[in-house]
């Protein structure tokens, strides 16, 4: 009687947590479709002829499947993205690097290896990230200009390095806090100084920091439009987002090339985030304390 | 080696606390010092001043002859050793131990050879390549030693090193540590809120409470002369029984009341404690577990005065039998002794309402029922007295 009765209950126990589990998995289903969406249309106009693409047909699939879009926005004469590929990863790489390494340094000293005043001076970086980049684009230029700074990528990169340091040292900070301070007492005892403690102690047990600084950096520097259009003003140093700009014709806007050119500008932040995320490394504290 | 001597050593936090107070100390060369006390006492503070992390607000700290008020942590020749190890979590036992020497740019022959010699000394001869997560919660204790050991430094700093370890090994530990001092004869100090790490394994034991120092002495000393009655109740375990009691003067000489209880006071022990200005006073009354002797399975007695007790509850501890009985006396209640014992003061008056509770050993195999009334034996000599106001020891 027992074991029956008791086979109910977990049989209807089970029954339960099916169903919640299909509520769950269907709910992510429709937010999946949601986001995916667009995604679909893009996909399809880009596989298109010249003349089939049309935002009248944008959810039927490509009568003729064919390549000569991506061709044409890989490498075509008219709107060829690939030495604006080649711009944006000059500029994002040693950009995306140097604000990682700054903020890095900058979150070291601001949680780890304090000074007076940390906490101020920690206050007015933050108030960088609530700074629009349209109120800093014109004074931003004319310091530029006035100090002769080099023209077109380099200006960019700065920018971007200036730009990204509030939230690469927001993200290092919060990151060391969780570091005990025994560790960098330790290192003190054993006689470390500043530099030797950032080095042989934080920097080794820094990398998940580093990989979510680096992935939010690369990603909006890639992705960034506003200061790149505005600051680089010759046409051979404009990053991809730029170009794919300028896809869009005045007269005729070849749907299936841009469709191709978009999905081109936006793989590199999905490779770094392929690559990048399998160092998400946990528990990279372990066994530092007596946990 | 070297000497070290606290001088008035204070710290005040920006907050306007007062975590330790004119704190002065001298610590011999080759001493193995245990500062004890409850949480928050400023021990640890003490010790973080020592050690150059904490800076000290006044007073002066000397390291064998030199003041190192401003000298800074690293160039104090000081190894410490963390309650959670603080062991690098990216390297090697090997690396971690290296560490310091490695910084010190060390010839690398020099390193290898100390390495094992230090690995050798602590048993982590086979664990030299695993990493801090890989060990046990012992051998990252012991991987934590060999930092501080190799560098063969003038002090050894211990923040608790034991807290974390189960109960087993931290006894173990334990002897392992004072044997490893012992035998590098580096001076110690040692912070433990623990009063039996604090007996067993210091040459002297200081006493800190509120941030002041209550009393330096030999472990002995301390439990057989506690200063006042935060040292009373904090050191020894079960801790002492406190009533209060009067003096008062009988036919031939001085009598302490426990409430119904009165024990006479031998002439020399009333001259030696100079309990004369005492008659007819209160004071509180301070008896160990060990001098309340219940009788022994023959039904016979130690000796010395009797009190008549009906026990409440028994505690078999194997090698020998507590029985805790009311003694109809009132409680001796301070803020001292509920700091020093961990209760609040209201728990106490709470369980102590109709008279003081108190706890006296009997030999293993005596048969012992809650309910019964025995006599247990006191001795008088073993007492100690305190003033109630002051709360310090009367007459030593």
New interface residues.
């Given amino acids: 009687m027992t074991t029956v009765a008791l086979d109910r209950t977990s049989r209807r126990r089970r029954r339960r947590r099916v169903s919640s589990r299909v509520l769950k998995y269907a709910a992510l289903a429709f937010a999946a479709v949601v986001v995916l969406l667009p995604v679909y249309v893009l996909l399809v106009a880009s596989f298109k002829g010249a003349g089939e693409a049309d935002p009248s047909r944008a959810w039927a699939l490509p009568e003729s499947w064919s390549l000569d879009a991506w061709r044409e926005a890989w490498n075509g004469e008219q709107y060829g993205l690939l030495p604006f590929l080649k711009n944006s990863l000059k500029l994002v790489i040693p950009a995306t690097l140097i604000s990682t390494v700054i903020g890095s340094l900058n979150g070291f000293v601001l949680s780890r290896w304090r000074f007076p005043g940390a906490d101020l001076v920690f206050l007015f970086l933050l108030f960088g990230l609530f700074i629009p980049y349209q109120a800093v684009m014109i004074p931003l230029t004319q310091i530029f200009i006035d100090v002769d700074f080099p023209e077109g990528i380099p200006r960019l990169a700065f920018a971007h390095i200036v730009y990204g340091i509030p939230i690469t040292t927001l993200i290092f900070r919060s990151y060391y806090a969780t570091i005990?301070e025994?560790?960098i007492?330790?290192?003190?005892?054993?006689?470390?100084?500043m530099l030797?403690t950032y080095w042989?102690?934080v920097l080794?047990?820094s990398a998940p920091a580093f990989v979510v600084t680096a992935i939010w950096q690369f990603t909006s520097i890639w992705n960034d439009f506003l200061f790149a259009v505005f600051i680089v003003t010759d046409p051979g140093q404009w990053p991809v987002t730029v170009a794919l700009n300028n896809t869009t014709g005045s007269l005729v806007t070849p749907y299936n090339v841009q469709m191709a050119a978009a999905l081109i500008a936006s793989l590199p932040t999905l490779i770094v985030y392929i690559l990048l995320g399998r160092y998400f490394m946990r528990?990279?504290?372990?066994?530092?304390?007596?946990g | 080696m070297a000497d070290i001597q606290l001088d008035k050593l204070a710290k005040r936090f920006p907050n306007g606390f007062e975590a330790v107070k004119e704190l002065t100390l001298e610590i011999a060369e080759a001493e193995l010092l245990v500062l004890v006390g409850p949480s928050g006492c400023g021990k640890t503070t003490a010790l973080r001043m020592i050690a150059g992390l904490e800076d000290i607000s006044s007073g002066d700290l000397y390291i064998g002859g030199k003041r190192m008020n401003d000298v800074l942590e690293r160039d104090r020749d000081i190894a410490m050793v963390f309650q959670n190890y603080a062991l690098y979590p990216h390297m090697t036992v090997a690396q971690n131990i290296a560490f310091s020497l490695k910084l010190a740019r060390r010839p690398k022959q020099e390193i290898r050879e100390r390495v094992q010699e230090t690995t050798r000394l602590l048993g982590l001869e086979d664990l030299l390549d695993r990493r801090p997560k890989q060990l046990s919660g012992g051998q990252r204790q012991r991987v934590a030693m060999g930092r501080a050991i190799i560098r063969k430094p003038q002090v050894f700093l211990m923040d608790e090193p034991l807290s974390n370890l189960d109960a087993q090994l931290r006894v173990h530990m334990r002897g392992e540590i004072e044997a490893l001092q012992k035998r590098l004869g580096v001076t110690t100090v040692y912070v433990t809120h623990d009063q039996i790490e604090a007996m067993t394994m210091g040459d002297r034991v200081a006493v800190m409470r509120s941030g002041e120092l209550q009393q330096v002495d030999t472990p002995t000393h301390v439990y057989d002369h506690p200063a006042n009655l935060f040292v009373a109740g904090f050191i020894g375990s079960p801790p002492m029984n406190l009533a209060r009691g009067t003096i008062e003067r009988a036919d031939d000489g001085l009598l302490v009341r426990i409430g119904s209880s009165a024990v006479p006071i031998p002439a020399e022990i009333a001259r030696e404690r100079d309990l004369d200005p005492w008659v007819g006073r209160e004071l509180i009354v301070g008896i160990r577990p060990e001098d309340l002797e219940g009788p022994g399975e023959d039904g016979r007695h130690a000796g010395g005065a009797l009190i008549r007790a009906k026990i409440d509850r028994v505690e078999a501890l194997g090698a020998n039998l507590l029985g805790f009985f009311t003694v109809d006396a009132p409680p001796a209640t301070s803020e001292a002794i509920a700091e020093a014992t961990g209760g609040g003061l209201e728990e106490v008056a709470l369980i102590t309402r109709e008279g003081t509770p108190f706890c006296a050993t009997f030999e293993p195999r005596v048969a012992l029922r809650v309910g019964d009334e025995v006599d247990v034996a006191v001795d008088v000599r073993r007492f100690h007295f305190f003033d109630p106001d002051s709360e310090t020891a009367i007459g030593g």
């Avoid at chain 1, 528990?283 to 007596?290: E, H, R, T, Y």
């Fill in positions: 005990p025994d560790l007492e330790a290192a003190r005892m054993d006689r470390a100084g030797r042989s102690v080794p047990i528990g990279l504290m372990a066994g530092a304390l007596k």
